[in-house]
């Protein structure tokens, strides 16, 4: 039996714009002190009111623009109602009915929306306590919803790394998926044939492409192994454990939440006119679809435009002498300092889990087979993907004590 | 009595000196003092040696400067207990001030204190309230009605020369007209609604009450106005109401849409004497806009007071009155996804219709006039006891904040030994219009001149 798998992501951007979403605060929480960024309105004290930040619409409107989105020249904004401690008024402030946008397209996969809405405060366990920080409350976040319309992992991968760098080049978020500037939630459900499951798998809390993939590929077969025994999926929210690469049930869902949506009266309705939007259309710049295109045009290999279009830096320099010698010299200098950007201690962390779990090879590296490392580094590989080897070998050195 | 004195008349007294402050703010504790046990106003008064000094370093920059006011305890205040009249919150101390304490700070007014009022807004007698019913001055076996009660009675007991009140469905209107006194419900987004706790946001509005029109007029021009804290402030341009308040009623056209009762009838026919034309006018929707007010109120303030859950502060959840929990569980069954459709969507509809209406009816006339309340004062105990009669006292009052136009309630006699209000209702931002045609009545009768013999 072939196995179809229905994919689909909801995809929250925290904006880098100045301010926060509602209230005078600045927006960027990224290690500041806890509550050092709060005011009456982010806070949801008594009496205070949400003033929307026309910067972030400005944002969320442009990227829907450069995702080929519909623009609702008619939006609003719509209360969330729900309980959460890092909820301070009870409700989020979103967008239900009326999105701000609707209808893109990215490589062929659809977009359904892409709205405005508030990030919520962040809870802190400490033992048995659980303290509130607020500073991330009503920062800006879009949010795009996509249809599930992927087949793969790698399909979805090259999407949303594409995703990512669009909203770099509109220079509205950092997207950092570490920082959680980018969040994903995928959900997943396999079928046997064309029809739609009953049921849906979701992934959250997930910090890297690399994992997503991952997580997306384990679960996939996970679900095919259950459906393969003639069981059903459960409805659920499953977290992604990087150690093992293994998904693990974290909440099941027994039904639908009902949020109680309805216009969230403290913010008039937009009314936006056409000329407004084509006047933001034509501020976005060149997207990598774009540049890729133009870079192809320029006589330029498919992996080449790819390559050079990712990079803003190495494009500029080619864009200043566009000859096939400077793609040749860029290139060159690339793969000649080819960089890692996992952080030394991620590594470190693997290095000791590899050497504790091969006692072996560990031993016989002591033993004088120092050609071993090579196999203690092909797992670490595995791992972690691209690494910086020469940094490897010097953190296998210092753990191992040679 | 100073108190007796209207805000232009006392401003003149300070500015030549044969007044102070401090001799108004000592007339209002007197009166205080005497009064407040019987009547059971305020919830948190403000120390005197405070007060008294505030009123000797008084600069007299506004008509308003040294003049006293009180304010419904819906409004934060910083460092000054806040509670909305409920439990839930009665050791809160806000951390700001709301736009409108603001701005009379910088008129120059000095806030005497905190007034009680049915929690959360939640009533229209100020009987639903942690702190004890607020009793009538004119016969304190009877409601002050509410929820703005505290504020009303204060100003027709003279413990202040005017209040701020908050009416959502007709919280400002209803007490004023019960305790003999003027009170405005402005065009929503004429005044700033930040730092009111908020009932049911929507429908909230912030306004003045005070002896007469005149008063009324001089404070809106103070407290209106857009606020880049409040998105539903309006850009529209506050007028100097109260520079305007003379004009001849010939060309105004009345419109009637209810048949009047013997205390309106007599209005009436002053309002002719000076001039005005009145013609019947008919609301449909009259009829829907008790349960449309009473499916989107409770809906908003389901929403509103979802954050009292006694986490960050106050007190848990288990502290709201029956009435309020009434309200709450409504709301949130409106909401409730099966529901909507039939509660909160159809409501809204009917709102649009309300609001249709008021528009055709205003291409007839210029203003309407409709009674303030169905009854007079009840007795203490009769609407708290009784939920649906509660909802049916505000029939006439509902329908401006739904359609969010402006509506001025003035005495215009007594019944049962009990004064009795009129409301003229007028189109969006039409203050300056309402004030004139309330200040003409003022000028030819004395009903706002009435006090309670206490
Ligand atoms: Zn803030």
């Known amino acids: 039996?072939?196995?179809?798998?229905?994919?689909?992501?909801?995809?929250?951007?925290?904006?880098?714009?100045?301010?926060?979403?509602?209230?005078?605060?600045?927006?960027?929480?990224?290690?500041?002190?806890?509550?050092?960024?709060?005011?009456?309105?982010?806070?949801?004290?008594?009496?205070?009111?949400?003033?929307p930040n026309a910067k972030a619409i400005e944002w969320c409107i442009k990227l829907g623009l450069a995702l080929g989105c519909k623009i609702n020249l008619q939006s609003k904004f719509d209360r969330k109602n729900y309980f959460y401690p890092d909820l301070p008024k009870g409700y989020q402030i979103s967008q239900y009915d009326q999105p701000l946008c609707v209808e893109g397209n990215l490589l062929g996969h659809k977009i359904r929306r892409v709205h405005m809405e508030e990030d919520t405060g962040k809870l802190l366990h400490q033992g048995s306590e659980t303290l509130i920080d607020f500073n991330r409350s009503g920062v800006p976040l879009v949010e795009v919803v996509t249809e599930a319309?992927?087949?793969?992992?790698?399909?979805?991968?090259?999407?949303?790394?594409?995703?990512?760098?669009?909203?770099?080049?509109?220079?509205?978020?950092?997207?950092?998926?570490?920082?959680?500037s980018?969040?994903?939630?995928?959900?997943?459900?396999?079928?046997?044939?064309?029809?739609?499951?009953?049921?849906?798998?979701?992934?959250?809390?997930?910090?890297?492409?690399?994992?997503?993939?991952?997580?997306?590929?384990?679960?996939?077969?996970?679900?095919?192994?259950?459906?393969?025994?003639?069981?059903?999926?459960?409805?659920?929210?499953?977290?992604?454990?990087?150690?093992?690469?293994?998904?693990?049930?974290?909440?099941?869902?027994?039904?639908?939440?009902?949020?109680?949506?309805?216009?969230?009266?403290d913010i008039p309705p937009f009314e936006f006119t056409q000329a407004q939007i084509e006047k933001w259309r034509s501020e976005l710049p060149i997207l990598p679809s774009q540049k890729r295109l133009q870079l192809v045009e320029l006589g330029l290999s498919e992996n080449y435009a790819r390559i050079i279009s990712a990079d803003p830096e190495?494009?500029?320099?080619?864009m200043k002498n566009p000859t096939k010698q400077t793609a040749d010299l860029l290139i060159n200098k690339r793969e000649a300092r080819v960089v890692s950007n996992i952080p030394e201690e991620k590594i470190r962390e693997v290095v000791s889990k590899v050497i504790s779990a091969n006692i072996a090879i560990v031993e016989s590296i002591k033993a004088g087979k120092t050609q071993a490392i090579g196999a203690l580094i092909g797992q670490i590989k595995k791992e972690l993907g691209d690494i910086d080897i020469p940094l490897t070998q010097k953190i296998i050195s210092e753990i191992m004590k040679l | 009595m100073n108190l007796d004195l209207s805000i232009s008349e006392l401003a003149k007294k300070y500015r030549s000196g044969v007044v102070t402050p401090e001799d108004v703010l000592n007339e209002c504790l007197e009166n205080i003092e005497k009064n407040n046990p019987?009547?059971?106003?305020?919830?948190?008064?403000?120390?005197?040696?405070?007060?008294?000094?505030?009123?000797?370093?008084?600069?007299?920059?506004?008509?308003?400067?040294?003049?006293?006011?009180?304010?419904?305890d819906a409004y934060v205040t910083k460092d000054i207990r806040t509670t909305s009249a409920s439990n839930?919150?009665?050791?809160?101390?806000?951390?700001?001030?709301?736009?409108?304490?603001?701005?009379?700070?910088?008129?120059?007014?000095?806030?005497?204190?905190?007034?009680?009022?049915?929690?959360?807004?939640?009533?229209?007698?100020?009987?639903?309230?942690?702190?004890g019913p607020v009793k009538n001055p004119w016969d304190v076996s009877r409601v002050a009605g509410g929820s703005s009660g505290g504020a009303a009675v204060a100003v027709s007991a003279r413990m202040a020369m005017f209040a701020i009140g908050e009416d959502t469905g007709g919280s400002i209107r209803n007490p004023a007209g019960w305790c003999g006194i003027s009170g405005l419900k402005v065009t929503y987004g004429r005044v700033s609604r930040y730092g009111a706790i908020a009932y049911a946001s929507s429908l909230d509005s912030v306004g003045p009450m005070a002896k007469n029109v005149e008063d009324l007029s001089l404070i809106l021009e103070l407290i209106a106005g857009q606020d880049k804290?409040?998105?539903?402030?309006?850009?529209?341009?506050?007028?100097?109401?109260?520079?305007?308040?003379?004009?001849?009623?010939?060309?105004?056209?009345?419109?009637?849409?209810?048949?009047?009762?013997?205390?309106?009838?007599?209005?009436?026919?002053?309002?002719?004497?000076?001039?005005?034309?009145?013609?019947?006018?008919?609301?449909?929707?009259?009829?829907?806009?008790?349960?449309t007010y009473y499916l989107l109120a409770p809906s908003e303030t389901s929403s509103n007071l979802g954050r009292y859950d006694g986490i960050r502060f106050g007190q848990d959840r288990s502290n709201f009155t029956q009435e309020s929990m009434r309200r709450i569980i409504i709301g949130t069954y409106a909401l409730s996804a099966g529901y909507y459709?039939?509660?909160?969507?159809?409501?809204?509809?009917?709102?649009?219709?309300?609001?249709?209406?008021?528009?055709?009816?205003?291409?007839?006339?210029?203003?309407?006039?409709?009674?303030?309340?169905?009854?007079?004062?009840?007795?203490?105990?009769?609407?708290?006891?009784?939920?649906?009669?509660?909802?049916?006292?505000?029939?006439?009052?509902?329908?401006?904040?739904?359609?969010?136009?402006?509506?001025?309630?003035?005495?215009?006699?007594?019944?049962?030994?009990?004064?009795?209000?009129?409301?003229?209702?007028g189109p969006m931002f039409s203050e300056e219009l309402l004030f004139k045609i309330g200040h003409q009545y003022q000028q030819v009768t004395d009903w706002h001149k009435a006090k309670p013999n206490i």
């Open chain 2, 341 to 425: 459709d039939a509660y909160y969507k159809k409501a809204q509809q009917a709102r649009t219709k309300i609001i249709e209406d008021y528009n055709t009816a205003f291409e007839k006339c210029d203003v309407i006039v409709m009674p303030v309340a169905p009854t007079v004062a009840t007795k203490l105990g009769e609407l708290i006891s009784d939920p649906v009669k509660n909802m049916l006292a505000d029939l006439y009052m509902v329908t401006t904040n739904i359609a969010g136009i402006p509506s001025l309630a003035i005495p215009c006699g007594f019944e049962e030994g009990v004064p009795v209000g009129f409301q003229i209702q």
């Open chain 1, 149 to 180: 319309d992927f087949n793969d992992s790698n399909d979805s991968d090259n999407f949303l790394k594409e995703l990512q760098q669009i909203i770099r080049a509109l220079g509205i978020s950092s997207c950092d998926m570490e920082k959680g």
């Open chain 1, 314 to 318: 190495m494009y500029d320099v080619f």
């Open chain 2, 38 to 72: 019987k009547l059971n106003i305020f919830i948190t008064l403000r120390d005197r040696q405070e007060l008294l000094a505030e009123a000797r370093n008084v600069k007299f920059e506004t008509l308003l400067s040294g003049i006293p006011y009180v304010l419904k």
């Open chain 1, 1 to 51: 039996m072939s196995w179809q798998t229905v994919l689909g992501f909801e995809i929250h951007i925290e904006l880098s714009t100045n301010s926060k979403m509602f209230c005078g605060c600045p927006a960027n929480h990224f290690n500041t002190p806890p509550n050092s960024q709060v005011c009456p309105v982010c806070l949801g004290l008594p009496g205070a009111l949400p003033v």
């Open chain 1, 182 to 265: 980018m969040r994903l939630e995928a959900n997943i459900s396999v079928s046997p044939d064309e029809s739609f499951p009953n049921y849906k798998v979701e992934i959250k809390n997930v910090n890297s492409f690399r994992f997503v993939k991952k997580a997306v590929d384990f679960e996939v077969s996970r679900q095919i192994k259950l459906l393969e025994t003639g069981q059903t999926p459960i409805q659920e929210t499953r977290g992604f454990k990087e150690t093992t690469g293994e998904t693990f049930s974290q909440r099941v869902k027994e039904e639908a939440h009902d949020y109680r949506y309805f216009p969230e009266p």
């Open chain 2, 229 to 291: 804290l409040d998105a539903t402030s309006s850009p529209t341009e506050v007028p100097v109401y109260s520079k305007n308040l003379n004009l001849d009623l010939k060309n105004i056209k009345i419109g009637i849409p209810l048949e009047p009762d013997q205390a309106i009838k007599d209005a009436l026919v002053k309002l002719k004497e000076l001039g005005a034309e009145i013609m019947e006018v008919s609301l449909p929707m009259l009829k829907y806009a008790v349960p």
């Open chain 2, 88 to 131: 839930v919150l009665n050791n809160y101390i806000p951390d700001y001030d709301a736009t409108v304490v603001k701005k009379l700070r910088d008129a120059g007014a000095i806030l005497i204190g905190k007034t009680n009022m049915d929690a959360w807004g939640h009533g229209g007698s100020s009987e639903n309230t942690d702190f």
